[in-house]
């Protein structure tokens, strides 16, 4: 038995702003400039009301099915990806179930930017093993709950998305194939991005409210440095571990937390440009959602085609990194 990507949706909010928004309406020391060298971004979608990670989601997977062709009443196991959950306790992945008048398994699970990339693996050895035939599996992250919106160096990097995919159970001779990953986690770069308050470490007081300690912290060039080779080993691992090379790639699919990342690694691993899918202008770092949001827009825009070799590869918080091919079973 074997798992295929079966369907994908998309949702991005509607509210958009441009990086004007963040200089000239909250009075950010930062510039047009600044944004789009250092980072590629020039607009993003952020939540508006009553949006939350749940809603996005509910969204993003009802699309999905419709592309499947699949009802709720096919699927038998709900996972989200999210660190931005609509509150600690339940999961997203509830919230979404009863949305959607679902009466399956429902879970969420966290490795932040890799969420996808991890949850891929986790979702497709469920269906491989035969405990699930068919996962509703979507990356979600409502960024803006975690941003300090007076901090230009975290506000300006991030969006509000989420991003579907359905993975069923196929026979052999189906044309798409989920492959394994190839995933890694380094622990002791955990303060390097991260949430430092409202946790049981640091329970939130008024005074951790006071320093935005509730907020999402990154010292960015650390995080770079470590995105750049991490991405760039893991896929020469994994390429290595699938008995492929970068000519066997017809599509790459990167996570979308600076075009700087995404060309460094992408230069040194000599992938075409024109075979990357870059959405980080228009909707910047979407965390967990940027995979699977890119890959459907590839989709609409007909850059992926049945029986192509798709590398998604990732890094953030944790540190967590990772690499995965899909064998594309779409038309
Ligand atoms: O997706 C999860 C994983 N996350 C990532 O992969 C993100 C990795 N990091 C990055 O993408 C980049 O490090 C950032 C975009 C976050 C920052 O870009 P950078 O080129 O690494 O800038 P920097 O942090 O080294 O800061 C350079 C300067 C600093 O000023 P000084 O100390 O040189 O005077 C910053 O204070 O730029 C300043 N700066 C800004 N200036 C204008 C930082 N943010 C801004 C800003 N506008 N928004």
New binding site residues.
């Given amino acids: 038995m074997k798992a295929a990507i079966t369907g994908t949706g998309r949702y991005f909010p509607e509210r958009e702003e441009t990086n004007a928004y ?1 200089y000239e309406e909250l009075g ?4 047009e400039d ?2 789009v060298e ?2 590629g971004i020039r607009t993003r979608r952020l939540a508006g009301p009553g949006e939350t990670c749940s809603t996005m989601a509910v969204a993003a997977a009802r699309r999905c099915l419709q592309d499947a062709g699949r009802s709720v009443d096919d699927v038998d196991a709900i996972v989200v990806a999210t660190v931005t959950p609509d509150q600690p306790l339940p999961s997203v992945a509830c919230h979404v179930q009863a949305a959607l008048g679902a009466r399956c398994w429902a879970f969420d699970l966290v490795a ?2 890799s969420g996808f990339v991890y949850g891929l693996n986790v979702v497709a050895g469920m269906v491989e093993s035969g405990r699930a035939k068919c996962v509703l599996f979507i990356g979600a992250d409502h960024m803006s709950s975690i941003l300090d919106f007076r901090d ?3 506000s ?2 991030f969006g509000d998305a989420a991003g579907a995919v359905l993975v069923e159970a196929v026979d052999d001779d189906h044309p798409g194939t989920v492959h394994r990953s190839t995933l890694h986690a380094d622990g002791t770069g955990a303060k390097h ?1 991260q949430i430092p308050a409202g946790g049981g470490a640091m329970p939130l007081t008024p005074q951790l409210l006071d320093e935005g300690l509730h907020f999402v912290k ?1 010292e ?2 650390v ?2 440095r470590h ?1 750049v080779s991490g991405i760039i080993s893991v896929v020469r691992e994994h390429l290595a571990s699938e008995g492929i090379t970068v000519d066997d790639i017809d599509l790459f699919v990167p ?1 979308q ?2 075009v ?2 995404i060309h460094a690694a992408m230069d040194r691993l000599k992938v075409p440009r024109d075979k990357t899918v870059i959405t980080i202008d228009r909707y910047a ?1 979407t ?1 967990a959602a940027s995979i699977p949001t890119a890959l459907d827009i590839a989709r609409e825009e007909g850059r992926v085609r049945c029986g192509d070799r798709v590398l998604f590869a990732t ?3 944790g540190f967590t990194w990772g690499a995965q091919t899909v064998t594309w079973g779409l038309d």
């Fill in positions: 963040f950010l020391d930062t510039s600044w944004i250092r980072t932040a930017c230009r160096n975290t300006i990097i991005l990154q960015g060039r995080v770079f995105a996570h937390a600076n700087r990342i770092n965390t890094f953030g918080a």
